[in-house]
Structures are given as structure tokens and as C-alpha cells.
């Protein structure tokens, strides 16, 4: 074997890999929406555009990662912190804060579900203590504010341990040598974190957001399982389309608009986090 071609066959199983997991299933995804009836068509998107539940499934969706992201940012930031600096027990504290990682989206759903329903946890609790004199219903039609409030928690709680991970690698690779630098100098904790830790974490936050945005557009377990109908998402609203309303066409255009603002989260991130040449570890 000539040491020209290995190269070649070293990418081939990765290569195969993406053709037949990423590029096939999204031509035919470009192709179920762009085609009606075997023509060329805009049809499907006009469908999907001029649907009542599209302007609000957009609109929820993008609300709800415009509030979940930055806050599981902060909470990400700080349990990474307390992991780093923990002399003992840091296995225990990071296997702790981990255990959501261990559940699936709808097993969390579900688990918040036990929470905030009528009967569940949380009403068990205010009427034990006499802060309410009936059950509330958290998760109703007409909750509205408290059900988004409720996916929010939940949300929270599933997947800030994702970015915190990531960050907890990150922080790890920085050199103790930077820290007693400003301290030396008379830096306090704060002016260290802000001037050792988050420039030096760049790539890492650049990593942690993209996957945790991306995912947050794709969010469907856990709002299925608190809000059902109640509150529509892009994805839930392409699974009903695909699966109760058996359209494959306005599914996909469902599917093309969710990798759109994808995309579009990636490349500003990439643009706004970007590593100037010659920096880094």
C-alpha cells in the first residue's frame, strides 16, 4: 500500500459515515420539501407559513433558547468553578452535578411532570404547609407564563450539565501559572475570572454553546411531557406533521428552518467567540 493512498483510506469509513447518516438523509429531506406531486414546488413552505401554530412554535422556540442558553451559561460557569477548585471530594461533586446526563429528555420530562402536576410533588408541599389552601394548576391551558416557566426549570436542570462538562475540560488545561501571575499583581477572584478564565476559555465556550443552542432548538421530550399541545415547538410541530398529519413535505420545510436557525446560531458563535491566530495554550 503506497503511503499516498493511506490517507485516503484512513477518511473512507468517516467518509461513508457522513454520505450515508448526514448528506443522504438531508437530500431527501430538501427533496420531500421542495417536491409536491413530483414537481418542483414552493407549496409545502406556503403550507407551513400560512399554518396558525407556525408563527408561535417559531416564536416559542426561539424564546425559549434566548432564556435557557445564557442561563445555563452562568450555571455552567459556576459549577465548573466549584469543580475546579474542589481539593476533595471534586469526583463526588462532578458526579452529582452529572446525573441528568444519565436520563433521557423524556424521562425528565416526566420527572418534572411528577412535580409541578396537580397532584404532584410541589402541591403536595404548598398544601402540607399551608402556603395554599387548594392545588395549583401549574401545567393547565391557561397557564401559560407558569408552563414555559416549567419547561424552563426542567431544562435547566437536564442539560446544564452538558456545557458544564465541556467547561470543566477547558478550565483544566489552563495553567495554575496565569492565576498566581494576577494574583501576584493584587487581582481579586472576580478580575481573575474575568481576565484569566473567560479568554482563555474561549474555545470552550464556543464549543459548549454551539452544542447546547443547537440542542435547545431541537427541544421536544421534555416540553411534550409538561405542556403537550399547549405550547407548540418547531420540532414537536414536525413530528405532528409528520406523524399525525402524515406530510412529509411540510415536515421537512419544519426541519430545513430548525437546521436554518441552527446554522445561523453556529456562524455567530464561530464569528463572536472566534480564537485570534497565535492565541490560545
Not at 42 to 61: D, E, H, R, S, V
Not at 203 to 209: D, G, M, R
Request: hydrophobic share 55%; aromatic share 12%; proline share 5%.
Amino acid at each position: 500500500m503506497s503511503t499516498k493512498t493511506l490517507p485516503y483510506l484512513l477518511f473512507l469509513p468517516a467518509t461513508l459515515f457522513l454520505l450515508v447518516f448526514f448528506v443522504y438523509p438531508f437530500v431527501q429531506v430538501v427533496t420531500e420539501a421542495f417536491y409536491a406531486d413530483g414537481t418542483l414546488s414552493l407549496g409545502n413552505f406556503q403550507n407551513m407559513l400560512g399554518n396558525w401554530k407556525f408563527p408561535g412554535a417559531l416564536q416559542n422556540t426561539l424564546l425559549l433558547t434566548a432564556v435557557v442558553v445564557p442561563l445555563q451559561l452562568i450555571m455552567s460557569l459556576a459549577m465548573a468553578s466549584v469543580v475546579t477548585r474542589l481539593k476533595t471530594a471534586r469526583n463526588t461533586i462532578l458526579y452529582i452535578f452529572t446525573i441528568p446526563l444519565g436520563l433521557s429528555d423524556l424521562a425528565a420530562g416526566i420527572i418534572w411532570l411528577a412535580i409541578f402536576e396537580q397532584s404532584g410533588f410541589l402541591n403536595s408541599v404548598l398544601v402540607g404547609l399551608h402556603v395554599t389552601e387548594q392545588p395549583i394548576l401549574f401545567l393547565g391551558y391557561a397557564g401559560g407564563w407558569m408552563i414555559f416557566a416549567a419547561v424552563i426549570i426542567a431544562e435547566l436542570w437536564r442539560a446544564a450539565a452538558i456545557m458544564m462538562v465541556i467547561l470543566v475540560a477547558g478550565m483544566g488545561l489552563i495553567p495554575k501559572e496565569y492565576y498566581e501571575a494576577a494574583e501576584v499583581f493584587g487581582a481579586t477572584p472576580w478580575k481573575r475570572f474575568t481576565k484569566v478564565t473567560l479568554p482563555l476559555l474561549r474555545p470552550s465556550l464556543q464549543t459548549a454553546l454551539i452544542l447546547r443552542t443547537v440542542n435547545a432548538f431541537e427541544v421536544f421530550a421534555v416540553v411534550m411531557a409538561l405542556a403537550g399541545s399547549n405550547m407548540p415547538m418547531l420540532m414537536s410541530e414536525t413530528y405532528q406533521w409528520e406523524f399525525s398529519l402524515h406530510d412529509s413535505g411540510v415536515a421537512a420545510c419544519y426541519a430545513l428552518v430548525i437546521l436554518g436557525i441552527s446554522v445561523a446560531a453556529t456562524l455567530v458563535y464561530l464569528r463572536v467567540l472566534r480564537v485570534p491566530k497565535g492565541a490560545g495554550l
